[in-house]
């Protein structure tokens, strides 16, 4: 791995029209039951304009910005090598339907343990107002010949 990639900044990822039936989809997948994520009324009852995305729907924006990054040709990453070591979010506010989501990557560290590799992408997240929504941290573990 390319131990140059920290501190490297990649470009804004095209933006990401949050959708409700997406949201739903993702509510359903992860067992969230509170109301807000599934019923437009009950959310808009809450004082939001749509349904409400659980708090790791990030993951869902994260994944073009990380995409960037394993498509980066002198990354040095085998994603075939990689395993998910840590995720982590910090909210400014929650995700709702109709939101336009901007990500832009930092690689924040990167580490070698032994044969192994670690980096760790930083992916803030703004809406359409460039106003910060969350940040998704992923570690992400490559696994170096034994």
């Not at 990401?16 to 989809?25: A, D, M, P, S």
Request: charged share 20%; no cysteine.
């Amino acid at each position: 791995m390319n131990p140059e990639l920290q501190g490297r900044v990649f470009p804004p990822a095209e933006p990401y029209l949050v959708g409700r039936e997406k949201v739903r989809e993702f509510a359903r997948a992860v067992f969230a039951t509170n109301p807000i994520n599934l019923d437009v009324d009950a959310a808009q009852a809450a004082g939001y304009a749509d349904v409400v995305a659980p708090p790791t729907f990030a993951v869902v924006v994260q994944e073009h910005t990380l995409a960037q990054l394993l498509a980066e040709p002198d990354a040095g990453i085998d994603f075939a090598r990689v395993v998910h070591g840590d995720q982590r979010f910090t909210s400014s506010r929650a995700i709702v339907a109709g939101d336009l989501l901007t990500a832009t990557l930092t690689v924040a560290s990167v580490k070698t343990l032994g044969p192994h590799s670690m980096v760790t992408a930083e992916s803030a997240i703004t809406d359409a107002a460039g106003e910060h929504v969350v940040t998704a941290i992923s570690t992400l573990v490559v696994r170096g010949d034994e």
